[in-house]
């Protein structure tokens, strides 16, 4: 089976959000932050993973206004999308203690001026795991990370099988972070991983 990687179209949503679903289904932060009783019927596609990677941004580059505005648009869109649909199960209180804990996290491990390429998510679905394509997903951006000198960052729900996947990837574990709910706790675990040579 030949496997090509390629920016998300709006005609592989619904494959993504399957891959995400199927992906996360026993995740323990993804259990942790949704009802489950909430969950929505999967949707078909040909989708086989997807990741997503927020751009590097300096230290000293601060929000533009059009930044400042855009962040209250989408706040707004979503404040109406919850409205309208509903929270899809998502406990609030749990999102914010992992914002909390996250942004706690990322100020003592983000010194690098230059910023840090984020792997917000990345899924494979659980079928197709195994092949190399998480390796081809986080590929795509680790190749210019190395090029431009500059570090990445994501944050992994699982120690295990999780942390040895993304150490074979170049990144290394820095700190545990504990989302606590009076007494429920998950445990995410913060990793970097430092540019390499470029041959």
Known sequence: MSIQISPLTESDIPGAI????????????????????????????KVLGIAMWMPP???ELKETWGEWIEGWRLWGSQVAMNLWYGRGGLNVKRY????TKQTEAQSEIWNDPNGY????????????????????????????????GRKCYLESSRDIPNMKI??????????????????????????????????
């Not at 996360?24 to 949707?43: I, L, Q, R, T």
């Not at 984020?118 to 081809?136: A, D, E, T």
């Not at 009076?182 to 470029?198: A, I, S, Y």
Request: proline share 5%.
């Open 18 to 45: 399957t891959a995400i679903q199927e992906a996360f289904a026993d995740d323990p932060y993804n259990n942790w932050v949704y009802d489950k009783s909430k969950d929505s019927e999967d949707a078909e596609g």
């Open 57 to 59: 941004r300096p230290a």
């Open 96 to 99: 914010y203690i992992w914002k």
């Open 117 to 148: 390429y984020f792997l917000n998510i990345m899924v494979v679905s659980p079928g197709h795991q195994g092949k190399g394509i998480g390796k081809l997903l986080a590929g795509e951006v680790t190749k210019k990370a190395d090029a431009e």
């Open 166 to 199: 993304y150490e074979a990837m170049g990144f290394h574990f820095v700190k545990d972070m504990d989302c606590d709910d009076e007494g429920e706790v998950c445990k995410l675990f913060c990793m970097v991983r430092d540019p390499q040579k470029v041959p």
